[in-house]
């Protein structure tokens, strides 16, 4: 299982590194986005300008909800900013080990975000620039492409880059401690389900 925390101002894609796009031109398909927006089943959102939200923009709705399935969410910015309060998530994909939710993010800006994109499960970015966040992108699942497990780079919206460095969950093979004592066994074993399971991996 991977975990990342990008604390600072991030321009994420394809391999770690692009330029934002510019409002795409064509006609947008799917339902256009707003504030607040819960979602429980698969959709594609796009933005027709910029957007400023008091709460969240989109989450996802609590894995334990009956019914719920692990959904599929499409954002396409369109070259427009998700503006937040200095507070909050922007987006938030959270599923369960078995309802994993996947999620693509395109071509825009979210800033002003505790932190402004969370995905637990399969987690897209492309050309999305990620700034005055205090944490720009945690991602407990899967990144596609996967970066390289050496080497790997984020560039910050000034241009200058900073390395990326895997942790392995567990802790193994780390000089010093992760996590305080008491809590390494409930994190090895959480680690282990992932393992077994495949997800999160």
Do not use: Q
């Not at 027709?48 to 989450?59: G, P, R």
């Not at 910015?77 to 922007?90: A, I, M, N």
């Not at 460095?165 to 004592?181: C, D, F, K």
């Amino acid at each position: 299982m991977k975990v990342v925390k990008a604390i600072m101002g991030l321009v994420v894609g394809l391999a770690c590194s692009a330029v934002p796009a510019s409002p795409a031109t064509a006609a947008p398909t799917g339902t256009p986005m707003s504030c607040g927006m819960v979602v429980r089943e698969d959709v594609t959102l796009y933005l027709t300008k910029d957007l400023h939200c008091a709460t969240f923009v989109v989450a996802t709705a609590s894995p334990y909800e009956e019914g719920t399935t692990a959904v599929h969410i499409v954002l396409n910015l369109r070259g427009h900013t998700l503006f937040g309060p200095g507070s909050g998530r922007g987006v938030s994909a959270i599923g369960s080990t078995f309802k994993p939710p996947t999620l693509e993010v395109n071509d825009g800006r979210l800033t002003g975000w505790d932190e402004a994109i969370s995905g637990d499960g399969l987690t897209r970015l492309r050309n999305v620039v990620l700034s005055r966040n205090r944490i720009g992108f945690g991602c407990d699942g899967r990144l596609d492409p996967a970066p390289p497990a050496a080497g790997a780079t984020l560039t910050e919206n000034d241009g200058t880059t900073v390395p990326v460095v895997w942790r392995s969950i567990s802790g193994a093979g780390e000089t010093l401690p992760l996590y305080p004592s008491a809590a390494e066994p409930w994190v090895i074993n959480l680690a282990s389900v992932a393992d077994e399971t495949g997800v999160g991996a």
